[in-house]
């Protein structure tokens, strides 16, 4: 029973992980090339532009806690369902746009499909507490995974299909994410939660609320002020960037996946939080005078090994501090905090990059990394002995 139960689980987790993969490439695919096919759009300028591509964050944000509320109430299937469908007609809508404003409207209706909360409350739904970091994990590597093809496909697939052309094969994602949320279960099964819902702390929710906005806000910062730092001081020619992302993610997850593992059974993902916080502190903090292509594998490396850890034991320990009654609510505000968190860091890492260069905003980025680890290292363990957490 335990080897099918474990099964089933990683079929859902690959499905959900799927459906995020998918989802998220019709962001990261437009992402590298957009402010350089955007220009013949009538009614471009930069300010539109540069809006056309944030306000995605912000419909995003503005609408996880509101989707996670309706994944409470009417399930999570078809509150997926909706999701994908309005994030397929935005892509419909800024496919056909024939100026800047329709495509600012389509680009805010892709952003209205606010899934990721609610697939995170149904992986946690389908999921013993003792299985989630590693099934959270399994997500983050689908989200990954979707990343790295995005920085391979892009430029090709651009020069293929133009802008417009692009709008389409977000479309066709989302239809394909749509069929795979079918083959989930419609009711969940039921999981048997480690404590009552009624004991739930605001406080640990607001401590993983704040951890996620600084670790998603560090990641757009960071690929925001890295790459043109790998052009200028480095002379890595922007289609090679991947050869340093690829074998530092790929090593990431083989170290990332045994310790998650062994965590979710003993249930203390929290310990794993300051340090993976203060490792990527190292990380980011030492790119700037790494040595060559080799030290700057090993510092990626360790920037996704803490990064991924966070990605997968945050969620999981959040699903478990909260129990089930109003999980999609509560990872809603979990999500709102991860996109502002990433719309704020790309508005900083910009700030910083253009009035300070990339070796700053890394600097800077390391520091607020060192100052939470440490700060979670002092106050951490007496937000979570009010919430339940293990």
């Known amino acids: 029973?335990?080897?099918s139960q474990n099964a089933r689980e990683l079929r859902y987790a690959a499905t959900l992980s799927g459906v995020l993969a998918l989802r998220l490439m019709g962001l990261f695919l437009i992402l590298p090339v957009f402010m350089v096919l955007a220009v013949d759009m009538p009614g471009y300028s930069p300010q539109a532009a540069g809006l056309a591509m944030g306000i995605y964050g912000l419909t995003q944000a503005s609408l996880q806690q509101p989707f996670g509320w309706l994944s409470d109430h009417w399930g999570r299937r078809p509150v997926l369902l909706l999701g994908l469908a309005l994030f397929a007609v935005g892509g419909l809508v800024a496919a056909l746009a024939e100026n800047m404003a329709w495509l600012i409207f389509g680009r805010a209706l892709q952003g209205c499909g606010a899934i990721a909360g609610v697939a995170l409350a149904l992986a946690a739904d389908l999921t013993r507490p003792q299985r989630r970091p590693l099934i959270m994990a399994?997500?983050?590597?689908?989200?990954?995974?979707?990343?790295?093809?995005?920085?391979?496909?892009?430029?090709?697939?651009?020069?293929?299909l133009g802008l417009n052309g692009m709008f389409w094969l977000t479309v066709g994602f989302a239809i394909a994410g749509m069929a795979l949320v079918l083959t989930v279960p419609r009711t969940p099964p039921v999981i048997v939660e480690s404590h009552s819902d009624e004991s739930v702390s605001k406080a640990p929710i607001l401590l993983l609320s704040l951890s996620v906005f600084l670790l998603h806000g560090v990641l757009t910062l960071l690929f925001v002020a890295l790459p043109p730092m790998l052009v200028g001081q480095f002379g890595i020619e922007l289609g090679d960037h991947w050869t340093l992302y690829l074998p530092g993610m790929l090593v990431s997850v083989i170290i990332v996946l045994p310790i998650l593992r062994r965590v979710g059974?003993?249930?203390?993902?929290?310990?794993?939080l300051p340090w993976s916080f203060i490792a990527m502190a190292a990380a980011v903090g030492l790119l700037p005078i790494a040595a060559g292509w080799t030290g700057l594998v090993a510092l990626i490396m360790l920037y996704f090994v803490g990064f991924n850890l966070l990605e997968a034991s945050m969620p999981a320990l959040l699903s478990r501090v909260t129990g089930s009654r109003g999980r999609g609510r509560r990872l809603g505000v979990y999500s709102t905090f991860q996109f502002l968190g990433a719309f704020g860091g790309g508005v900083a890492g910009g700030w910083l990059l253009g009035g300070f260069g990339s070796g700053p905003a890394l600097v800077a980025a390391a520091a607020i990394c060192l100052f939470w680890g440490v700060a979670l290292i002092?106050?951490?363990?007496?937000f979570f002995l009010t919430g339940g957490a293990a």
């Open 265 to 272: 059974a003993a249930l203390s993902e929290r310990r794993l």
């Open 1 to 3: 029973m335990p080897a």
């Open 138 to 160: 399994l997500l983050g590597i689908g989200i990954g995974s979707a990343f790295l093809a995005s920085v391979g496909l892009s430029v090709p697939l651009a020069m293929l």
């Open 378 to 382: 002092l106050a951490g363990q007496r």
